[in-house]
């Protein structure tokens, strides 16, 4: 399992604990260090059924300000998952890649015990 989030991001932190506390075993990945590549992504979208928007962070400050909100509407998939993948701000984390069929974005507790506390 494969745990990518931001260490100064509260709901990252919160994520990570609650992993912790639940002793579910992971590995770290920094998302801005390594963020995922646009083949991951694409990959992910396609295994869970999910728009490439689903991981992308659009509430982030640098999706706003970059104009990507917009431009979505003109890019073909791998152009907009280049684009996702060329900064792990424009990410939505916290990721856990629980394999390449389950991926959860974000972090909302309900969703993150059904998929790993059965």
Not at 2 to 26: E, G, H, M, Q
Not at 54 to 76: D, I, P
């Amino acid at each position: 399992m494969l745990f990518i989030y931001y260490p100064k991001c509260s709901t990252c932190r919160r994520a990570k604990a609650w992993l912790d506390d639940n002793n579910i075993r992971y590995e770290e990945r920094l998302i801005v260090e390594d963020p995922p590549t646009a083949k991951d992504l694409l990959r992910w979208s396609k295994k869970t059924n999910q728009p490439l928007t689903k991981f992308a962070n659009t509430s982030g400050q640098l999706y706003r300000s970059s104009g990507l909100a917009k431009r979505r509407l003109t890019l073909s998939d791998e152009e907009f998952a280049k684009e996702l993948s060329r900064d792990g701000m424009l990410i939505k984390r916290p990721l856990l890649v629980i394999d390449d069929d389950h991926i959860l974005t974000g972090f909302r507790q309900t969703e993150w015990e059904a998929a790993l506390l059965k």
